[in-house]
Every structure is written in C-alpha cells, then in structure tokens.
C-alpha cells in the first residue's frame, strides 16, 4: 500500500547511509522524493536509479551544507523540480573528529554546528513557504543529547542538542498549520560513517550497549520516519522518538 501517493518529500543527505534508506523508504511509500548531496554525485545518481528501479520517483539537488547560501542553493534546486512540499527530513550530519572537550578546535566546532544546527535551522525557515499545510517536518538528531557513553562526541551531541530544542518549539509554532515536527534519535547504526571502527570487540561493545543487543541498520531509522511522514502519525508532533535499539534503557 502506498500511503504517501501524491506527496512530495525532500531528505538532506539523502544519498548515502541512512538518508538513502530514508529516501528508498518514502519512495516505496508512494512519495516522489528530492535526494539532497553535498559532493557525492554518484551516490545520488545510484540511490535515484535505485527508487526508480524499484518504480518510484526521485530527483538529485545538490548543495554543501554548512557553506554560505547553503539553503537557498538546495531549495533553488528544489523549485526547479517541483511546486510544493509534503514532507521534509533533515538528515544531513557531520560527526567531526572524536575529540574530547579539551581536544576540540574552534574550527571543527564551528564547521560541526554550521552542518549539524544552522544548515537545518536554515532549511526549515526557507522551506516553510514551500510547506503545504499539514506537512511533516523530521529532523534525525542523535540518542548522545539524552544521554551519552561517548564522551569524545561532545561537539556533536551540543549541535544536536540545538536542533531538539528548535524541533519542539517548531512543533509548537507550526501547528496551526497542521504541519508536525518531530525528532528521530538514533543510536549507532552500521553505516560508512563508522566504517573500520566497528570490528571486533569495538562491535561486541557497542551491540552489548543496546537493550535489543545488537547494531542498528539504516532500514529501522527509514522505518521510523516513514511513519512519522505518513498519515499514521497526524496526531503525534513535538517527540522526541529514541531509536536506538533500548540503549539509553
């Protein structure tokens, strides 16, 4: 069943990791869905060829978050593709160095709040014109801003931390508009960004943190924003949706 038949849907970082498992996801719920990438055309290209393969639609836009106009290139994009938007999903992150507080430069930590806070802050103000009255807003944050066993992500969970608190208050300013905002908190998910830390008894640590006891893939984080973008959730705005597999239990 296709419940998002007619809808529109934008995913930032929606090319690789768990943005692709996203975009696939709304794409196979019916919605034609804009794939944002920062540089990586090919994994753009592949993740559309992959929708379309599975017949649904999709489209790339193109745009490096955490730049000057960063916004305003992406929604150009957008509009040269479609007239309006259903569905909004702010996934697009960057992790930075795993640093502790006494490691952390000002460079990285400005270039970790550009991509991780105001990019999205941005995005959302840009794009509520674009933002069909009783639309979704979904914004991936992290489950390190509740609680936290890595203490060397610091500058990643405060930048996180930032788009919960926007989240709520969005939740409450839009939704005379219908139009819910709601967060969805992952754990450690088996993607590139982790690539050669997860090995060995790195792996059996992390796997043995969760209350599910294992390792989250993108398809259970897809698996949650699909319901938040679907009709299903229409009564739920302003939550903040811990997905990762029971750890902060």
Same mark, same amino acid.
């Given at each position: 069943? !296709?419940?998002?038949?007619?809808?529109?849907?934008?995913?930032?970082?929606?090319?690789?990791? *768990?943005?692709?498992?996203?975009?696939?996801?709304?794409?196979?719920?019916?919605?034609?869905? $804009? @794939?944002?990438?920062?540089?990586?055309? /090919?994994?753009?290209?592949?993740?559309?060829?992959?929708?379309?393969?599975?017949?649904?639609?999709?489209? /790339? *836009?193109?745009?490096?978050?955490?730049?000057?106009?960063?916004?305003?290139?992406?929604?150009?994009? +957008?509009?040269?593709? %479609?007239?309006?938007?259903?569905?909004?999903?702010?996934?697009?992150?960057?992790?930075?160095?795993? $640093?502790?507080?006494?490691?952390?430069? =000002?460079?990285? +930590?400005?270039?970790?709040?550009?991509?991780?806070?105001?990019? =999205? &802050?941005? @995005?959302?103000?840009?794009?509520?014109?674009?933002?069909?009255?009783?639309?979704?807003?979904?914004?991936? #944050? /992290?489950?390190? !801003?509740?609680? #936290?066993? &890595?203490?060397?992500?610091?500058?990643?969970?405060?930048?996180?931390?930032?788009?919960?608190? %926007?989240?709520? /208050?969005?939740?409450?300013?839009?939704? #005379?508009?219908?139009?819910?905002?709601?967060?969805? %908190?992952?754990?450690? @998910?088996? !993607?590139?960004?982790?690539?050669?830390?997860?090995?060995?008894?790195?792996? !059996?640590?992390?796997?043995?943190?969760? %209350?599910?006891?294992?390792?989250? @893939?993108?398809?259970?984080?897809?698996?949650?924003?699909? &319901?938040?973008?679907?009709?299903?959730?229409?009564?739920?705005?302003?939550?903040?949706?811990?997905?990762?597999?029971?750890?902060?239990?």
């Amino acid at each position: 069943m !296709t419940t998002l038949s007619g809808k529109t849907a934008l995913v930032t970082g929606g090319s690789r990791g *768990i943005g692709r498992a996203i975009s696939r996801r709304l794409a196979r719920d019916g919605a034609r869905v $804009a @794939v944002h990438y920062g540089s990586n055309v /090919t994994a753009a290209e592949e993740t559309v060829a992959e929708i379309e393969a599975d017949g649904g639609r999709a489209f /790339t *836009i193109e745009a490096e978050l955490g730049t000057p106009g960063d916004a305003e290139l992406l929604w150009q994009g +957008f509009d040269a593709h %479609a007239d309006g938007l259903d569905i909004l999903v702010n996934n697009a992150g960057i992790h930075g160095d795993v $640093a502790e507080i006494q490691e952390v430069t =000002p460079t990285s +930590f400005d270039r970790i709040f550009a991509v991780n806070t105001r990019a =999205p &802050f941005f @995005v959302i103000q840009h794009g509520l014109r674009r933002l069909r009255d009783g639309g979704r807003i979904v914004n991936v #944050s /992290t489950m390190q !801003t509740r609680g #936290s066993r &890595f203490p060397g992500s610091i500058a990643y969970a405060m930048s996180k931390g930032a788009l919960d608190v %926007a989240s709520a /208050t969005l939740a409450k300013q839009l939704a #005379s508009r219908a139009i819910t905002v709601n967060v969805v %908190a992952p754990g450690v @998910v088996d !993607t590139d960004i982790h690539e050669g830390r997860l090995v060995g008894d790195a792996r !059996t640590w992390v796997s043995s943190l969760s %209350a599910l006891g294992g390792i989250g @893939v993108p398809e259970d984080i897809a698996d949650v924003v699909a &319901f938040l973008a679907s009709d299903d959730s229409r009564w739920v705005t302003g939550q903040w949706i811990d997905a990762s597999g029971g750890t902060l239990v």
